[in-house]
Structure formats: C-alpha cells, structure tokens
C-alpha cells in the first residue's frame, strides 16, 4: 500500500516516566507505613474521627505508592511479545484508576461517619491528637519533597504525590482539632474537620481518575496539538495529504503516535519521512511516531475504514 514506512526512536531516557523515581517511591513507601500503624493505634486507642480518617487516606497513600511500584516493576519485567506488543505499561495507568477508587470510597464513608457523629459527638483527647498529628505532618513533609519532581512528569507519582499534600493538609486540620478540643473541650472540632478532609479528597481524586480514564480510552493528551501536527506535516514539501492521524499515551512520558502521508510522485520518500520525523521529535516532543509514506492514488484502502 505505502511507498515508505518509518517510526522515530525512543526518548533517550527510556521507560515510563515514573520509573525514573521508584528509589524515592521505596523510600516513600516506608516512610507512609511506619506512620499508618502509629496512627490506626492512636486513632483507634482515642476514638478520632479525624484521626482514623487521616489513617484511611495514610492507607491509600501506601496502597497507592505499593500499586505503583508493582506497576513499574510488571511494566519493566513484562516485555513485548505478539501477545503484548506495548509490554505492561499499561498497568502504571490501572494502578493510578484503582487509586483513585480507593479514595472515592473512603472519602466517602469519612463524610458519612462524620455526619452521623453530629449527632453524638464523642469525646476525643486532644494531646494524642495533637502528638500524632505532628508526627504525621513531618512524615507527610518529607514523602512531599521527595514525590515534588516526580509528580511533573508521571500520573502515577502524581497520585501519590497529591495523596501526600492533601494527608498535610490533613494533619495540620488534626493538629487543629486537637487543640480546641485541649483547649476548650468542643466535640465537634473533630467531625468538622474530617468533613473538610473530605471534601478536599474528592475534587482532586475525580481529576485523577479522569487523567487515567483518559489514557485508557486512548484519548488524545492533552498538551498536544492534533490539529497543528496534521497542519504542519501537510505543509512539508511534497506532502499532497495527511490522513488517519493518531496520538495516544501508553503511561505517563510515553506518548507514540501514527499518521498516514500522501506524496507527490517526483519526491524522495525518505527525505519527506525524515522531515516530518524532526517536525514531530523536536516541535512536538513525539519520539515514537510511526509514519506511512503512500504514492498518489494509494489512499483508497484507507478510506473504506469505517473507524
């Protein structure tokens, strides 16, 4: 059917984007047990809401991050076949969407617990609150600064990473709860704050789940520019046509892509490849794109698809 076919090569780094981080995400993931266990026991010795709400988001964090790093493992280990001609990449993605299912539900069950504690508020503790929520906001500081690069370039990292900020902005609302609670005995310090945790979860939870869905569904990512690339391939020299353009994400820093060209009978094929292979690696950050380079006439086979 084509004249010419070729694809560019692979980004210089290689891999997923997140599996550049899977030291920091080990360390992460210690660093998040060793607190959950704390806090589940302070929590449950106490009876805190806010406490054990904190612990449950502590909980996906870890879930989270574990996912993540099997994730990348199965990616590195699951090597292409004629089964699985993309590898395993794939279950980076699956290991964010179950994360952010994880946090729906528990966000969730946070705002129905503390909604019926309204109601009969129980007396909580501060000083262990408070002691608690302190060592929580420091483990919560140092997973943050070491997950901070990481999440600009990998939806996985960026899950846990988001996790992590908002758990710090939950411990500071802990630590809050305890002190009027010390302070002035209100019982319903406690509830308010697990609602506010909550309700913090949910927005950017429902942000987390639609990056993955996206990536599944095999949507377009978002930073790049369909229409230009189809522009801007149509305005190399000899190009007559563009057509069956296609750019999708396997995981986060893996973006490939595939297009079809229509060239004019006199042109060197290879030299029309080799322009739109620097057009889309340098302009567009597209290092994996494969390209079909079609003679005049060879495009009827394609338009009889139907999708």
Request: aromatic fraction near 6%.
């Amino acid at each position: 059917m084509g004249a010419g076919h070729g694809h560019g090569t692979e980004a210089a780094a290689g891999g997923s984007a997140s599996g550049r981080y899977v030291k920091r995400l080990t360390i992460s993931l210690g660093v998040l047990a060793a607190f959950l266990v704390l806090e589940v026991l302070v929590g449950l010795a106490t009876g805190s809401l806010a406490l054990l709400s904190d612990a449950g988001h502590m909980f996906t964090d870890v879930l989270g991050v574990a996912m993540a790093l099997a994730a990348i493992a199965a990616g590195r280990q699951g090597s292409r076949t004629d089964r699985r001609t993309f590898g395993l990449y794939r279950t980076e993605v699956l290991a964010a969407l179950a994360n952010a299912v994880l946090l729906f539900g528990v966000a969730g069950w946070v705002l129905i617990e503390a909604v019926q504690r309204f109601a009969h508020p129980p007396e909580v503790p501060g000083l262990p609150l408070m002691l608690t929520a302190a060592a929580g906001l420091g483990a919560n500081l140092v997973v943050f600064a070491m997950l901070r690069k990481g999440a600009q370039e990998s939806l996985n990292i960026r899950g846990a990473y988001l996790e992590v900020l908002a758990d710090t902005l939950g411990s500071v609302g802990v630590l809050l709860a305890g002190a009027v609670t010390l302070l002035f005995g209100w019982r319903y310090a406690d509830p308010i704050v697990a609602i506010g945790i909550g309700l913090f979860v949910l927005p950017r939870t429902w942000s987390l789940a639609r990056q993955a869905v996206r990536i599944l569904v095999q949507a377009a990512p978002a930073h790049v520019d369909v229409a230009a690339i189809r522009s801007e391939l149509a305005s190399l020299d000899g190009v007559q046509d563009v057509h069956d353009v296609h750019v999708w994400t396997l995981t986060s820093g893996m973006e490939v892509g595939s297009a079809h060209l229509t060239v004019d009978a006199a042109c060197d094929p290879a030299v029309v490849l080799t322009q739109a292979q620097e057009l889309l690696a340098e302009g567009h950050h597209l290092a994996h794109f494969t390209l079909q380079v079609e003679p005049p006439g060879a495009r009827t086979g394609c338009t009889e698809l139907a999708w």
